[in-house]
């Protein structure tokens, strides 16, 4: 594992933030964390970072102890929640002045400047900025000097459909050559279209641990959408099969709902049974999934505290 984090304790004070937190994010992958404000992501990302200690727990990035051994973010870029830039500069002098430090070119600079779509306002001063600029910077600092590795809080603060679009090609052009992407994200379109493993957290705690498609799967069900010639012979056919728990027509679309994974079982049926299919696919409504995954984990922790 590229990252890893075994048993995560925070205290602050009496309140504990973190409750053994372990989670991993591997090569060649996107790893989002998910979880309402105060589940302690940001926290978890801050000790990941060595910006604050653990109370208790291991943190381990390309098999080194970064509190021991701080050459190891060399190899890692950061995007930090609400980043602090220097004022007094323009965003292309902090980049170059970063490059120095991480050993890129300027061919680099003009690499990310690009990329993040700052070309044009790189020369101005950061004081000049709105919020959505200076999280475009901070983006491409943390992208200088071809990083092994990736972690951003909260990276989409503040930025526009076109700059969420670019992140996510750069993230699966990034996944393409090896790199490892950890992010703390609300914005769950970036994970249903990059993200390769979810961690849920709640109340300092991981509830949830899987692929997007697991989290749909393990709080919504199994939702198959369909879209056939002949509803009514769909229609028949699916009061027949004892694995289907629902479904519902809209025009010539089906929405069906599965107790469990037998969608290649029902197309077959389906197929076999007369009726026309022109589309067939999992629904991922991972919105839907993620506020029933919360409920749920509040309902979980409610129960426990009255024990």
């Known amino acids: 594992m590229t990252i890893s984090v075994k048993g995560l304790v925070k205290y602050y004070g009496n309140k504990e ?16 964390v998910l979880g309402p404000n105060g589940a302690g992501k940001t926290t978890t990302i801050r000790i990941i970072m060595t910006l604050i200690f653990p ?5 381990s990035i390309l098999g080194q102890d970064p509190f021991r051994h701080k050459k190891v973010f060399r190899k890692v870029g950061y995007v930090q929640e609400l980043p602090n830039l220097p004022q007094f500069l323009t965003g292309r002098e902090l980049l170059r002045m970063s490059s120095k430090i991480k050993g890129a070119s300027k061919e680099d600079v003009d690499r990310v400047l ?14 000049k900025y709105s919020k959505g ?23 989409n603060i503040g930025t526009d459909p076109v700059l969420n679009y670019n992140m996510r090609e750069t993230l699966k052009e990034m996944k393409k050559e090896g790199k490892t992407i950890l992010m703390t994200t609300h914005v769950l379109e970036d994970v249903k279209k990059v993200a390769d493993k979810v961690y849920l957290l709640y109340q300092g705690k991981v509830f949830f641990e899987g692929t997007p498609e697991d989290l749909v799967k393990k709080f919504l069900g199994v939702v198959v959408i369909t879209e ?18 629902g479904f519902k027509v809209e025009g010539n679309k089906l929405v069906i709902r ?5 969608r290649e079982e029902l197309l077959h049926y389906l197929v076999t049974s007369g009726v ?24 979980v922790d409610r129960e426990n505290s009255n024990l």
């Open 17 to 32: 933030v973190l409750k053994g937190v372990s989670l991993t994010a591997e090569r060649g992958a996107v790893t989002a």
């Open 228 to 245: 056939a010639s002949n509803v009514e012979v769909a229609e028949r056919s699916l009061k027949e099969l004892d694995y289907v728990r």
């Open 114 to 127: 690009k990329i993040v779509g700052m070309e044009e306002n790189a020369d101005k001063k950061i004081a």
């Open 276 to 299: 026309g299919i022109r589309s067939f696919y999992l629904d991922q409504e991972l919105e839907e999934a993620y506020i029933t995954a919360l409920k749920e984990a509040e309902k």
């Open 55 to 59: 109370t208790k727990g291991e943190v």
């Open 133 to 155: 600029m200076t999280q475009r910077i901070a983006i491409a600092e943390a992208l200088l000097g071809d990083p092994e590795v990736l972690v951003m809080d909260e990276p």
């Open 258 to 262: 599965l107790s469990e994974d037998r």
